[in-house]
């Protein structure tokens, strides 16, 4: 049963002794860059779970689902969009808010909106994008981008049921 729970890690545990013992130089390496994103993760992490907290108590389940929940339409894909392109920051701070808001009753579609605009189309990404590589080309990248997280979404909530969610959210738990 543990060994089923952290099997992931166990692999990667294993694959890391091979390297250190076939390959010392790239196993040094990864140590080093694992310890940097480890170092990362531990500063920003214990904020993140006290927004998630802070979320949990003060916005209510119903607010939730009146913004982009089930029948919120295109104004909860607007207000996914933009909670995805404000904020700065590695997509990985983005998916304990995503399950987050899934718990409290977000759609799918806008979930899938929220962190395709968080990984792809932030703001301050597309003034740099500007910059170097030209109005036209961020203009048709941000379209498209944002034509196909809203597509993605849309049929991503087509295929997992609604049913499924809870099962989801509570083996996350």
Do not use: C
């Given at each position: 049963?543990?060994?089923?729970?952290?099997?992931?890690?166990l692999i990667?545990?294993?694959?890391?002794l091979?390297?250190?013992?076939?390959?010392?130089?790239?196993?040094?390496?990864?140590?080093?860059?694992?310890?940097?994103?480890?170092?990362?993760?531990?500063?920003?992490?214990p904020a993140?779970?006290?927004?998630?907290?802070?979320?949990?108590?003060?916005?209510?389940?119903?607010?939730?689902?009146?913004?982009?929940?089930?029948?919120?339409?295109?104004?909860?894909m607007?207000?996914s969009?933009?909670m995805?392109?404000l904020?700065?920051g590695?997509l990985?701070i983005?998916?304990?808010?995503?399950g987050?808001?899934?718990?409290?009753?977000?759609r799918?579609?806008?979930?899938?909106?929220?962190?395709?605009a968080?990984?792809?189309?932030?703001?301050p990404?597309?003034?740099?994008?500007?910059?170097?590589?030209?109005?036209?080309?961020?203009?048709?990248?941000?379209v498209?981008?944002?034509?196909?997280?809203?597509?993605?979404?849309?049929?991503?909530?087509?295929?997992?049921?609604?049913d499924?969610?809870p099962?989801?959210?509570?083996?996350?738990e």
């Amino acid at each position: 049963m543990i060994i089923k729970k952290f099997r992931a890690p166990l692999i990667l545990a294993l694959i890391f002794l091979v390297l250190a013992f076939w390959w010392p130089e790239i196993a040094n390496r990864t140590a080093a860059v694992s310890f940097s994103y480890l170092k990362e993760m531990a500063m920003i992490i214990p904020a993140i779970f006290i927004l998630m907290g802070l979320l949990e108590v003060w916005v209510p389940k119903e607010k939730i689902k009146q913004l982009i929940g089930r029948g919120s339409g295109i104004k909860g894909m607007f207000f996914s969009f933009l909670m995805g392109t404000l904020p700065t920051g590695p997509l990985y701070i983005a998916f304990p808010l995503a399950g987050s808001l899934i718990h409290k009753g977000a759609r799918i579609s806008n979930i899938v909106i929220f962190l395709g605009a968080w990984a792809a189309i932030k703001i301050p990404q597309l003034v740099a994008e500007t910059e170097f590589l030209g109005l036209q080309f961020t203009a048709l990248r941000f379209v498209l981008t944002l034509t196909a997280v809203i597509v993605i979404g849309l049929i991503l909530e087509k295929l997992i049921s609604t049913d499924e969610i809870p099962a989801m959210t509570e083996q996350n738990e």
